[in-house]
T-cell receptor
């Protein structure tokens, strides 16, 4: 499985944008980039996914480098509720029933 | 239901005892997954089902762990003769399975403590 590398932790201030990086230099052409997050004492929840183009949804934006070797999850205006561990996960096309391979993720701390 | 339900929330077992965890996937979801989170950030995929059929069990410690998803019943994960290292939070997830709209929806987890 292609691996991802994320910083262990990041800190940001409330109501400011947050950019969470992920390196995946061994990504293959059929791998999608997925992001999940785990709020304290909860199960993980899906955030966003993309293949080549940048993606936006109500939770976040995903910026994917042209060579696809890295990506950045963008929270446009962080709130205290966004404090969580964020996981960048690669999923092979068609692998709808494959288990997710979680790395260690980035622990995002939001300061009021 | 609209959420993945897991019971019990907490389970305490003495070493060597049996533990059984339950999961009700979201209605209409064909795929069920079990994960083990031992330390705060370390997840391990255990097993997945497509309806009542095992799809991928590469992560299952086969000697003591077993799982089932039977029609019209919650899915279950059973650990025979629990060991101290089985102490973890066990998460169940479900998905529609249709690529690429196959995000996994997770339940709140069952915290198993083996004493």
């Amino acid at each position: 499985d292609a691996k991802t590398t994320q910083p262990n932790s990041m800190e940001s201030n409330e109501e400011e944008p947050v950019h969470l990086p992920c390196n995946h230099s061994t990504i293959s052409g059929t791998d999608y980039i997925h992001w999940y997050r785990q709020l304290p004492s909860q199960g993980p929840e899906y955030v966003i996914h993309g293949l080549t183009s940048n993606v936006n949804n109500r939770m976040a934006s995903l910026a994917i480098a042209e060579d696809r070797k890295s990506s950045t999850l963008i929270l446009h205006r962080a709130t205290l509720r966004d404090a969580a561990v964020y996981y960048c996960i690669l999923r092979t096309s068609g692998g709808g029933a494959d288990g997710l391979t979680f790395g260690k993720g980035t622990h995002l701390i939001i300061q009021p | 239901g609209e959420e993945v339900a897991q019971t019990p929330k907490h389970l305490v077992r003495g070493e060597g005892q049996k533990a059984k965890l339950y999961c009700a996937p979201i209605k209409g979801h064909s795929y069920v997954f079990w994960y083990q989170q031992v330390l705060k950030n370390e997840f391990k995929f255990l097993i997945s089902f497509q309806n009542e059929n095992v799809f991928d069990e590469t992560g299952m410690p086969k000697e003591r762990f077993s799982a089932k998803c039977l029609p019209n019943s919650p899915c279950s994960l059973e650990i025979q003769a629990t060991k101290l290292e089985d102490s973890a939070v066990y998460f169940c997830a479900s998905s529609q399975g249709q690529w690429p709209y196959n995000e996994q929806f997770f339940g709140p987890g069952t915290r198993l403590t083996v004493l």
